[in-house]
């Protein structure tokens, strides 16, 4: 699934920080780059009226449209993070599922993947001199280090909603600590198949979570609730 990018919990997901410096000469030949039936003067007309306002709103609709029009699918390498089981994974009552490295590649509609950077700062993106590919990685690819726990990995699609991809690169099942008798009851049907399949234990005497691998006939007390 990948995620509309207007829904994640993180009002300050997706920030970044124009700098719309140039000279003319470079504000002029991205303008045609952009508005390729527009004229000299047409050119001019707008470049007297790019004021602080307008520069706003370039950044805006700028960034908008590409919200618009992507998806993102977010891994972790982080399993037995205990945040990460309870932001995403229904207070430690869901699952995960663990993928080959190749899962990367094979995703529907790939436009762009890579590690998220983590930062006290916004990036900076310089509107007339770098590229989609840098627009992209400051957008997609930075967030506050507040996250920095999560370790994520994301890929943009083109697009959001449900992606195709090899599910044969499905290696693993984890269930939460806190998850129920039935999820519990599903998952053992893939033990000794080509899938592995864990359950997180919560250790009694530790602020820490295992992940165990799940046996035929063998049941633990994975949570003191």
Not at 190 to 213: C, F, R, W
Request: aromatic fraction near 18%.
């Amino acid at each position: 699934m990948a995620s509309n990018p207007r829904t994640f919990n993180d009002p300050s997901e997706f920030k970044v920080k124009y700098n719309f410096e140039a000279d003319k000469g470079t504000i002029q030949e991205r303008y045609f780059v952009d508005n390729p039936s527009k004229s000299i003067h047409d050119f001019e007309s707008w470049y007297s009226s790019f004021d602080e306002h307008s520069k706003w709103y370039t950044g805006y609709q700028t960034r908008q449209n590409l919200l618009n029009a992507t998806g993102v699918v977010c891994f972790t390498t982080e399993p037995e993070n205990y945040l990460m089981w309870s932001h995403y994974a229904k207070s430690h009552a869901g699952f995960c599922i663990g993928f080959d490295d190749e899962i990367l590649d094979t995703i529907e509609d790939y436009q762009a993947k890579g590690r998220v950077g983590y930062s006290d700062d916004v990036p900076e993106f310089k509107y007339y001199s770098q590229t989609v590919e840098d627009f992209y990685k400051a957008l997609f690819f930075n967030k506050s280090t507040s996250w920095a726990y999560e370790k994520e990995f994301r890929v943009v699609t083109d697009g959001y909603g449900i992606k195709k991809f090899n599910k044969s690169l499905v290696k693993e099942i984890i269930i939460g600590c806190k998850s129920p008798i039935e999820l519990d009851r599903y998952v053992r049907q893939y033990i000794n198949s080509e899938i592995t399949v864990y359950h997180m234990i919560d250790l009694p005497g530790a602020y820490q979570l295992k992940k165990d691998k799940m046996k035929h006939g063998h049941y633990v007390e994975r949570c003191a609730f």
